[in-house]
């Protein structure tokens, strides 16, 4: 019996009553050229932020090099980052304390479109999301911090019970890609995988079974 694949699968949509925030076209970033290995070698975790805001085209590099779409042929969507089936399981979700031309509060990316969506949280905004941390000051001291969800349907319905190891080694990917970036960019960051399992869950308006949180990291400029 041949297994259908579920809706689920389908990522990045925008509610009928959310607004579409677009953001610069990474094509389109003139980026200066760094060297693979001397941004693996700068490599590091930084847990102290200055005050500084980031730019939005910066934010757009971020987003686009943890889970934007590179290429699009024949109806498949080539992400930078790796995925078993090229299923990719996961939302994101950004905190924005400080970047240009964005209002503080909590965002999630729509890798198709390559654009945001303010979210109307069920329980808190930036704030809480911060009190969840095991290190508070790590988010709310940063200028954007990431969020990543899970949904496993996305994975589970091809790969059965192998898919759950599978989201737990690509949330590795993508934080990999995010560490590198910031590297590129100058910018500090911090994987965050201490907090409230149920808080932050809660905060985002899901019911940690169907879609949980699987990883944070806090970003920002260096002090």
Avoid at 112 to 129: F, I, N, P, Q
Avoid at 145 to 150: K, Y
Wanted: charged residues 25%; neutral net charge; contains cysteine.
């Amino acid at each position: 019996m041949k297994t259908e694949e579920p809706k689920t699968r389908i990522c990045g949509v925008c509610e009928p009553n959310q607004t579409i925030i677009s953001l610069p076209d990474p094509r389109k970033i003139p980026l200066d050229p760094v060297i693979l290995w001397d941004a693996l070698d700068s490599r590091e975790t930084t847990r102290k932020y200055s005050q500084d805001e980031l730019y939005r085209w910066e934010l757009s590099t971020l987003l686009h090099y943890t889970q934007g779409v590179r290429d699009k042929e024949n109806g498949s969507h080539f992400r930078t980052v790796p995925s078993a089936g090229a299923l990719h399981p996961f939302e994101i979700r950004i905190v924005v304390n400080r970047v240009t031309g964005l209002d503080s509060g909590i965002y999630r990316y729509l890798p198709l479109d390559h654009a945001l969506v303010r979210e109307e949280c069920y329980s808190g905004d930036s704030a809480s999301v911060a009190k969840v941390c095991k290190n508070p000051v790590l988010i709310a001291t940063s200028a954007v911090s990431f969020i990543w969800t899970a949904v496993p349907e996305r994975m589970i319905w091809k790969f059965g019970q192998r898919g759950w190891r599978y989201l737990f080694i690509e949330a590795g990917h993508i934080c990999q890609n995010l560490y590198i970036t910031c590297a590129g960019l100058q910018l500090g960051m911090c994987a965050i995988g201490s907090y409230d399992d149920n808080e932050i869950n809660c905060i985002l308006g899901i019911d940690g079974k169907t879609e949980f949180c699987i990883y944070m990291a806090s970003v920002g400029r260096k002090q």
